[in-house]
């Protein structure tokens, strides 16, 4: 797997390759579609009006989906962006929102309409590629499923794992701990999509108020405070001779892409149940960008507010040191953390057995959230290292056959984004 490591970040002026595949793709999209998913983000509220109790909404569909990518990592990733392209990139990773949620959209959209005339269960952008590449699509398509299984199955692990990595729970309570994590997580999948929907509902916009309290009260109380981060950022943003603004854009792109999943098949696998229009739901789904680019903004700011040397600061520990140090902030993110661990894991083991069903094994699904819990409850005590190459590896070549696929999609997705009635 290395080899694809290799050439997704071979670099073309001084951009890496995979930068520059997502950048074409979300652009030519973005200007294909006359930037039909950002004109109608205003009738977001009407759209997200479907559905009934015993059916998967479309507000619950997008709730699973913002919990799944809004993981620990958003939070390493904010102060990590800050520290490596300097504070102007989070100016332009709000911007590259703009264009990279068009593969969002396309994906969703995609997906939906396949479904219309095609029975499938699973990962529907199994079938979208296998009917897309002739010949090798039969191949494609394999590998596509193997790596997006893979993928969200170890991704969930690792999740849980950093729980326990950064919340640094004593032997006793580690394994307590882990105990009461797997079994929650068998309960919330054992009965499916509306199971963890009915979760994510509730714990998702929690989180997210919490996360985005403690940031603020963090800023108000900030050494730069909000005015001067401000100023901070947009002059850093337009100054060539910061990190450079090409090199700021390239990694506002990467940053973005990766945090929010873009491409691998994601929004279009959590939609695959859902009865609304596919140009609808797929507008729904580029507030999942919006989300993740908000997420990784904030954090980016709070630590930009609070002055903070970060030479000998990486990870998670960027933000800890960024927050304002009572005992009520402290608690709070740890609660964050936890919260933003569980929920992408909980939703990866969904998205893991939604790659199986593709085979029509009658339970294996089963079987593959079985396993999931038992290693979830041993992950605490899993060196990941190893296999993180290989991890990004199969979310890389995922979405690259996926936004490929899409693309051959285009023409009859002009004709749906433009049609009136």
Not at 13 to 28: E, K
Not at 175 to 194: D, E, P, Q, R
Not at 363 to 387: D, K, M, N, Q
Request: hydrophobic content about 50%; some cysteine; overall charge positive.
């Amino acid at each position: 797997m290395k080899i694809i490591i290799d050439i997704a970040f071979y670099q073309i002026l001084h951009i890496p390759l995979i930068v520059l595949f997502f950048s074409f793709f979300s652009i030519y999209l973005t200007l294909y579609n006359k930037f039909f998913h950002i004109k109608n983000i205003k009738n977001v509220a009407a759209f997200l009006k479907n559905g009934d109790r015993k059916e998967q909404s479309s507000f619950g569909v997008l709730i699973s989906c913002i919990g799944t990518v809004l993981g620990i990592g958003n939070i390493i990733g904010g102060g990590m962006s800050v520290k490596i392209a300097g504070p102007g990139v989070l100016f332009w990773i709000l911007i590259a929102c703009i264009f990279t949620s068009s593969l969002k959209f396309f994906e969703t959209m995609t997906c939906l309409e396949y479904k219309k005339t095609h029975k499938t269960e699973g990962n529907i952008s199994y079938f979208c590629i296998k009917s897309s590449f002739g010949k090798i699509g039969i191949a494609l398509s394999l590998i596509y499923i193997l790596c997006f299984t893979f993928g969200y199955f170890i991704n969930g692990l690792l999740q849980v794992n950093q729980i326990f990595t950064i919340l640094n729970f004593t032997a006793i309570y580690k394994y307590l701990a882990a105990f009461c994590i797997s079994v929650f997580i068998f309960i919330v999948l054992k009965n499916g999509i509306l199971s963890l929907s009915k979760f994510m509902t509730k714990v998702v916009p929690l989180m997210m108020f919490l996360y985005i309290l403690i940031c603020i009260y963090s800023i108000l109380n900030s050494q730069n405070g909000f005015f001067t981060t401000f100023f901070i950022i947009i002059n850093d943003a337009l100054n060539p001779k910061s990190a450079g603004i090409g090199f700021m854009i390239g990694y506002a792109i990467r940053r973005l892409c990766f945090a929010a999943d873009i491409g691998t098949g994601l929004s279009g696998t959590m939609s695959s149940d859902i009865k609304n229009d596919p140009k609808k739901q797929g507008v729904i789904s580029v507030f999942e960008i919006i989300f993740v680019g908000i997420s990784v903004f904030i954090t980016g700011f709070t630590v930009v507010a609070s002055g903070i040397d970060m030479s000998n600061l990486s990870g998670v520990s960027i933000m800890q040191a960024a927050i304002c140090q009572t005992n009520i902030i402290k608690i709070t993110f740890s609660i964050i953390i936890f919260l933003f661990g569980i929920t992408t894991a909980c939703s990866c083991g969904f998205l893991a057995q939604q790659g199986v069903k593709v085979f029509n094994v009658k339970y294996l699904p089963i079987v593959i959230l079985v396993v999931y819990a038992i290693l979830t409850f041993f992950s605490h005590c899993i060196a990941f290292e190893p296999i993180l190459n290989t991890l990004d590896s199969c979310l890389i070549l995922a979405a690259v056959i996926n936004i490929v696929a899409i693309f051959k999609h285009k023409r009859f997705f002009y004709y749906l984004t433009n049609k009136t009635k």
